[in-house]
Nanobody
Framework: QVQLVESGGGVVQPGGFLRLSCVDS????????MGWFRRAPGKDREFVAV????????YYTDSVKGRFTISRDNAKNTVYLQMNSLKPEDTAVYYC???????????????????WGQGTQVTVSS
């Protein structure tokens, strides 16, 4: 059974940074892309970033471009989300997920993700 476990969330002031990690049980097929999504209170789930298995291709939602960086270490079965210059509107529960697809429109759509973690809370507040 695939298990994705996120960590690294917390409370940070505006302008601060956090690094989220997502470790998978190692049973996720190695060809899967890994993505990060978030859900803010009262809002729908939102795509944040995705990285293909090779790490060569990444996509980001516009609101985080230039501030967030997704990366992965396949030897450690871990995907990261470095979040800099955090804003109050980044406050949300962040989820990592695995996707077997390769098309951009499917990598940025949560419907096509097969496995999901339980989420980690990120709060940006002064």
């Amino acid at each position: 059974q695939v298990q994705l476990v996120e960590s690294g969330g917390g409370v940070v002031q505006p302008g601060g940074f956090l690094r989220l990690s997502c470790v998978d049980s190692g049973r996720t097929p190695s060809s899967y892309a890994m993505g990060w999504f978030r859900r803010a209170p009262g809002k729908d789930r939102e795509f944040v970033a995705v990285i293909t298995w090779s790490g060569r291709v990444t996509y980001y939602t516009d609101s985080v471009k230039g501030r967030f960086t997704i990366s992965r270490d396949n030897a450690k079965n871990t995907v990261y989300l470095q979040m800099n210059s955090l804003k109050p509107e980044d406050t949300a529960v962040y989820y990592c997920a695995a996707n077997p697809d390769i098309l951009r429109e499917r990598l940025t759509n949560g419907t096509f993700y097969t496995y999901w973690g339980q989420g980690t809370q990120v709060t940006v507040s002064s």
